[in-house]
């Protein structure tokens, strides 16, 4: 009996794949489904500086959850797969900015915590034209060295989702009224300590000069990098975990905190205003703008929240005749759009945050970091190249 007379036609007329296709179709597949998973639920990170330490360390690897926040819909959606911004091996951009896709985000399983280590964008590099402002205006433009054209201030830039990614510690959130004094953080009046896997640098003051330095070792110190002011003094970096034990040595004198004095400014921090004598130890109170909120117009808040208005929530902002504008028009408040955040390294005097580029917007918000998967230490010899207590290690 023929039972191919009972075959269905198009079976029979169907040719079969070739290994090369089921291999191209395969291939697809993979990168598809990476790509969803990169882009709406996990993806990995490398600490590339020392910003965050003692908490991540140079060469430890993470794993980043869009699901915690929600995950951002791309905003500039046609790109190459598993590039960021760059391709590997030409240096050319990774993505096409002709389409260009609003700020949106997917639900989320919470919103940003106070003390959550999060991945974002950098919120520096904007394209920018400002003409017949005050020169203490000009000086919001001044973060990357934009150069000058025509009495204009101009830098060419990325896209939002297609600058770096950096990570550091959300100190405040949207509303919150944020403080800085003597190196110690204050968080809507309350002093926020530094984690204990945080660090400043201290003077430490020796009774004797000739002491055993594999204690400092033994502890956590980085002994190569500790500055040697004589022979008795040296400063160092340290959490205060490690100083609490430090004390606890006979041959110890004193150790005390090191930081700028109230009267000493420094010229490039946030908000970049000649009226605020503000440095890394020392700045505040500034308050977070926050969705909703409305702030009043004047020449104490517009150096605060003038990039936020102006580059983060795109409208055109300008001073005539003693007065600003918004887009035109006369304002004397302005309600904001999105929510806010204030992002601080736990390395407080490594660390270029939020006290250099002040808050950072919530469409710049890439993820939260959930656990350290490999850590690789580089100056380390072959056999102790990876540091094994560090692994599956949680971020906290």
């Known amino acids: 009996m023929n039972w191919k007379f009972f075959s269905n036609k198009s079976d029979v007329n169907k040719k079969k794949k070739t290994k090369k296709r089921e291999w191209f179709d395969a291939i697809v597949f993979a990168v598809i489904a990476a790509t969803i998973i990169r882009v709406f639920f996990i993806e990995a990170y490398t600490i590339p500086s020392g910003s965050m330490e003692k908490s991540l360390l140079i060469g430890d690897y993470l794993f980043v959850s869009k699901v915690n926040y929600g995950a951002r819909i791309p905003m500039t959606p046609i790109a190459f797969p598993f590039a960021h911004h760059t391709m590997p091996i030409t240096g050319t951009k990774a993505y096409w900015d002709g389409v260009q ?19 974002f964008n950098l919120p520096v590099g904007d394209t920018v034209a400002l003409e017949n402002q005050e020169p203490s205006y000009y000086n919001l433009v001044r973060e990357l060295g934009w150069k000058t054209v025509n009495s204009q201030y101009t830098i060419t830039s990325r896209p939002v989702d ?22 110690i953080v204050s968080v809507n009046g309350k002093i926020e300590p530094l984690k204990n896997t945080g660090q400043m640098p201290y003077k430490i003051q020796l009774k004797i000069p000739d002491v055993n330095f594999d204690v400092f070792k033994d502890l956590g110190f980085t002994v190569n990098e500790m500055e040697q002011i004589d022979a008795n003094n040296y400063v160092a970096n340290a959490t205060p975990k490690m100083i609490d034990e430090l004390k606890s040595f006979d041959f110890i004198k004193s150790v005390s905190l090191v930081v700028k004095p109230e009267t000493v400014a420094d010229g490039d921090l946030f908000p970049l205003d000649p009226n605020r004598k503000w440095n890394v130890d020392n700045f505040g109170p500034v308050k977070i703008p926050s969705m909703g ?8 808040t517009m150096p605060l929240y003038y990039r936020a208005i102006r580059t983060y929530e795109g409208n055109k902002v300008e001073k005539k005749g003693g007065a600003w504008y918004i887009n035109d028009k006369p304002a004397t408040t302005y309600t904001f759009k999105m929510n806010y955040y204030w992002m601080m390294g736990d390395n407080r005097h490594n660390s270029t945050d939020s006290r250099y580029w002040g808050f950072v917007p ?16 580089k100056d380390a010899s072959f056999f102790h190249k990876v540091r094994w207590n560090r692994l599956l290690r949680g971020i906290n």
């Open 293 to 300: 909120w409305t702030v009043q117009l004047d020449s104490n």
């Open 362 to 377: 919530e469409d710049h918000i890439v993820g939260k970091a959930l656990f350290i998967w490999m850590s690789w230490d």
């Open 101 to 119: 896709w609003k700020y949106r985000r997917l639900p989320g399983l919470s919103d940003i915590k106070r003390n959550d280590v999060v991945v």
């Open 162 to 183: 297609k600058r770096e990614n950096i990570i550091k510690r959300c100190i405040g959130i949207s509303g919150d009224i944020v403080s800085m004094k003597d190196g």
